[in-house]
């Protein structure tokens, strides 16, 4: 039998009463080591707190892992919640670490809670005090949040940015309504954003770019039908849309395109939209699955430690629902004009194509990586406010899959 | 952060809410000087990673210009060559390459075959037809500044210089490197020479350390924090000491050193930018003109030195032979390309003042040099110590005054020196230090300030790069202490050890006034 390694194994255990107490004296531990050694003693300085809720223990290591590669940039306390709903029992288990790497100049705190099934609801009461006063609280959320339980909505109370991924959830009609609903609700204390949301930026750039000139600008108000391509593994798998509903969200909101009718062949897949623009012109959004792309998920250790060793033979992967390609077809004053942004089959680039009559785009490749599609989560953390655009572009994806808000 | 206004805002629906709302137009690089050295390390690399981390549209395109006989093949392969030697995310991504790589070409010419200019003009009208890089080009001098006048008058002949770009399409701007110029005069004589075929808003004069994320950064710390512009100013600050110090020697570079020598090389440019990011008012807005109108009011506000205040606010010296790290190293006069006579210095000490409202009495030092203790650059204000009756005996003479400095390489940060007491039954004071790192420690490679300054010319944004009156005025200053060296060549110039912090004299330059320099 495999011993399956506890990742916490080094961390102290303390009493949930005596966590601030226990940090402050691991902290003065370790600068009397560093004054020994005549290494310069570190300041314990924080710029935010990361509040990240796992259901599984051993995701919230892999996570932890992610998190320690941030400190650099994001010197922050890490409040782990590792709470698995199948872990029968009342209890609620402290664990602590501080950690300092002179080389990368990294560090700060950890404190992983260990939830049990029933003491799950009483997370806020231990969560929110461990929240550093005075600096920016980001809660992220790993897989599909609890929809309308007072525990998630009294962490977002708490927070001032919820994280979420769209590609980890599993029923993108009910997310996407259960997300923009919390949205609209919680505007005033927590903004909310989303990992698929920043991984698809290099996507919508390179999107952008075909009408960047202003002989193409003409073409984006004359397309005519857009296809989102997303990954999808099996086809008897449950599939996730999410990221190419937001995708689709994003260009409909920037252009003011409006959901007029649905016809779906499946729950979830090969759906066909008809929108109407503000002159009341017709596009045909296509969303299509790919079927038999290798996916998972981008934290996993594997897969993180391909993402830094480029070069490695592993096989490639994409997060789920990632965009595989967008097409868009425009026709103007008769010409028409086709601007397509394909992955290619190594999964890390991504090629562009278009034609445009009288006009010569010649292609680009970019390499997604390089542009951030995997790194996303270091993104969510520089920034504090609403993202309108994000927001919008949400409430337009809602609305494709049938439940979202009328604003 | 982008410190420069956004240029050219896009019109494009989709570009709203776009971190980066500026986007690049499709364009040509022509670079004069496409077989040397910064192109092989500087300009190939950075256009490669700009490529890379994708802000260049696709169209984006090459064109080299020298007098080799290199064809596109050959071309694109000293440029794989330099991406892959120089590149800081090299190897180089073969697809990326494979996109990049078709856009380069090259172009064998005569800096002053006025034929060969006609063939770019051919070449260029190609190019944006076929690429769709519809008439926007810039020209690149990675040549001597020998060849900077007959370069620009040769375009402008061939029709390539004017502001509208060909056929009234397009635009055309043109980066020269420094130095611009050895004095104010030849300054001028350059300045008016590329006028003939250049309007001020389209040259660029590149001095790559406004490209750095840490001077750069220097605006950020001062206005967009609450704490240190109220105290920054004569009431609270004692001294500002700024060193540019290396400790390599001129090694290969002997021949253009003897040409400029420590006060050319680093004062006239890098320094005087430092000071003036330092020193300068806040403008009302981080556009080019604005940023670049306070720049100039600090110049401005630096007296012209007499004669007799060079000899005492002046050093210069010039390193001797000796051992750095157990190795035996040449002097300067030993170097090759170098006179065995020569007096050029290789360090230069300064005290300045800057009249003005804000600095009056808050003298400025800068020291600068090759072979010195070790590589840094540093910009440090050093704050007037508060009255320590409280701490009297305490030992708070020897306290140290609090310092924050502005650590520009390595090791880029910022950090604060200040007194704590020590924990104990007894009032001990001791001081601190409070670092932040930028840079390496952030766990991502900044940008290279050449892709920083490349981009900002293909966006139209000129902020970071030096304008005429600037550099005319800093100009002035060095020439007043050069024609001042050279009129009593019987002055001192002291050599000094390799590895130490230049000759002697430059202590007592600072010593004088009852300070130090800080021990770096």
Redesign the interface.
């Known amino acids: 039998m495999t011993q399956v390694q506890d990742p916490f194994a080094t961390m102290r255990p303390v009493e949930l009463g005596k966590v601030e107490q226990e940090l402050d004296n691991m902290w003065r531990d370790a600068n009397a080591h560093l004054a020994a050694t005549g290494a ?2 570190v ?1 314990r300085n924080s710029v935010l707190t990361l509040v990240l809720y796992t259901t599984s223990r051993t995701y919230a290591g892999h996570l932890l892992e992610v998190v320690h ?1 941030l400190s ?2 994001h010197p922050s306390r890490a409040v782990i919640v590792a709470a698995d709903p199948k872990d029968e029992g009342d209890e609620i288990q402290a664990q602590i670490a501080t950690f300092v790497n002179t080389d ?3 560090y700060g705190e950890d404190i992983v809670l260990t939830a049990q099934s029933n003491a799950i609801k009483h997370l806020p009461g231990v969560v929110l005090p461990l929240i550093v006063s005075g600096l920016p609280a980001f809660l992220w959320w790993s897989g599909e949040p609890p929809w309308g339980s007072e525990m998630l909505e009294s962490l977002i109370d708490g927070s001032d940015r919820l994280i979420v991924d769209i590609g980890e959830m599993t029923h993108i009609e009910r997310s996407l309504g259960a997300l923009e609903n919390l949205m609209l609700r919680k505007a005033a204390r927590c903004a909310i954003s989303d990992t698929s949301w920043t991984a698809q ?2 996507w ?2 390179l ?3 075909f ?4 002989a193409v ?1 003409p073409y ?1 108000s004359a397309a005519e039908r857009v296809s989102v391509d997303f990954a999808a593994g099996e086809e008897d798998a449950q599939e996730n849309s999410g990221q190419a509903y937001l995708f689709a969200g994003w ?1 409909a909101s ?2 003011g395109w409006k959901t007029q009718q649905t016809h779906a062949r499946s729950m979830d897949a090969n759906r066909q939209h008809t929108l109407r623009d503000t002159n009341g012109r017709a596009i045909l959004l296509e969303v299509n699955p790919r079927y038999g792309v290798n996916q998972r998920n981008w934290w996993e250790p594997d897969i993180y430690a391909t993402t830094f060793n480029a070069g490695q033979d592993a096989p490639p992967w994409v997060r789920p629902g990632a965009l595989m390609s967008i097409h868009i077809t425009a026709r103007l004053e008769g010409k028409r004009a086709t601007f397509t942004v394909a992955r ?1 089959q ?1 999964l890390a ?1 991504a ?2 194509l278009c034609h445009i009559p009288d ?9 997604l990586d ?2 951030g599609e995997r790194e996303p989560i270091s993104e969510q953390l520089r920034s504090l406010g609403h ?3 994000y927001e919008e572009a949400l409430t337009a994806a809602a609305q494709f899959v049938g439940t979202g808000k009328i604003r | 952060m982008e410190i420069a206004l956004a240029s050219q805002q ?10 980066s709302a500026r ?1 690049v ?2 364009c040509v690089m022509v670079i004069f000087g496409a077989t040397g050295d910064l192109t092989h390390r500087k300009l190939l690399p950075a256009l490669y990673n700009l490529a ?3 802000p260049l ?3 984006f395109t090459v064109v080299g210009v020298a007098r080799r006989p290199f064809s596109n093949e050959e071309f694109r392969q000293q440029a794989l060559d330099s991406i892959n030697q120089f590149s800081r ?1 090299r190897p180089v ?1 073969e ?2 390459w ?2 990049f790589s ?2 380069l070409y090259y172009h064998q010419s005569q800096f002053d075959d006025k034929s060969g200019y006609e063939g770019l003009a051919k070449l260029l009208e190609q190019l944006d ?4 890089t ?1 008439g926007n080009h810039i020209f690149y001098l990675a040549t001597p500044p020998s060849f900077y006048g007959t370069i620009g008058d040769l375009l402008n002949s061939a029709g390539l210089a004017s502001q509208d770009g060909n056929g009234g399409q397009g635009w055309s701007r043109i980066i020269v490197e420094k130095p611009f110029g050895h004095d104010l005069e030849s300054a001028m004589a350059l300045n008016k020479e590329l006028n003939k075929a250049f309007k001020e808003d389209q040259i660029y004069r590149i001095d790559h350390y406004l490209g750095k994320e840490t001077v750069q950064n220097i605006m950020v710390l001062r206005f967009g924090n609450g704490i240190f512009e109220p105290i920054w100013d004569r009431r609270y600050v004692d001294n500002v000491q700024i060193t540019v110090a290396e400790n390599i020697g001129v090694d290969s570079r002997g021949d253009y050193y003897e040409e400029a020598g420590a006060m050319r090389d680093m004062v006239q440019n890098h320094m005087m930018q430092l000071l003036t990011l330092v020193a300068m008012e806040p403008p009302t807005n981080f556009g080019a003109n604005a940023v670049r109108d306070e720049k100039v009011k600090v110049l401005r506000a630096i007296p012209p030195f007499a004669e007799a205040e060079i000899a005492a606010d002046t050093v210069r010296g010039q390193y001797g032979p000796g051992m750095v790290g157990g190795e035996v190293v040449r002097g300067y006069r030993q170097e090759p390309g170098v006179n065995p006579n020569s007096r050029t210095e290789t360090f230069v000490a300064l005290k300045l003042a800057i009249e003005n409202w804000r600095w009056a009495g808050v003298p400025f030092y800068l020291r600068t040099g090759k072979r010195l203790t070790k590589r840094i650059t540093e910009v440090a204000i050093q704050f007037k110590r508060p009255p320590y009756l409280l701490f009297q005996g305490t030992g708070t003479d020897q306290m140290q005054p609090n310092v924050l400095s502005l650590r520009i390489q390595p090791n880029e940060g910022i950090s604060l020196l200040f007194e704590a007491k020590v924990p104990g039954q007894e009032m001990q004071l001791r001081s ?4 932040f ?1 930028y840079g ?5 490679e900044p940008p290279e300030a050449y892709e920083r300054l490349l981009l900002d010319c293909m966006l139209g944004d000129s902020t970071l790069f030096t304008r005429i009156d600037e550099t005319e005025y800093s100009w002035q200053l060095i020439d007043a202490i050069e024609h001042a060296w050279s009129r009593s060549l019987a002055a001192a110039l002291p050599q000094y050890e390799p590895g130490t912090w230049g000759p002697k004299e430059a202590d007592a330059l600072i010593e004088r006034d009852g300070r130090t320099w800080r021990r770096l």
């Open positions: 310069p003693a300041s590669t650099s940039q990368t100049n990294s930026a290099p919508r750039d999107v952008a770019q009408f960047d000139s202003p600008l984006l260009l920037r252009l290619e190594d680039h090629t562009t006009i010569a785009v010649p292609s680009q490749t970019i390499h390089s542009v993202d309108s655009v | 896009s019109q494009n629906p989709l570009r709203v809410g776009m971190r986007n137009a499709p890379l981390e994708h549209p696709p169209q995310r991504n697809r990326v494979d996109t078709k856009g037809q076929e690429r769709g519809g601190v230090n409070m670092d790192l390496s420690s952030f766990g991502v």
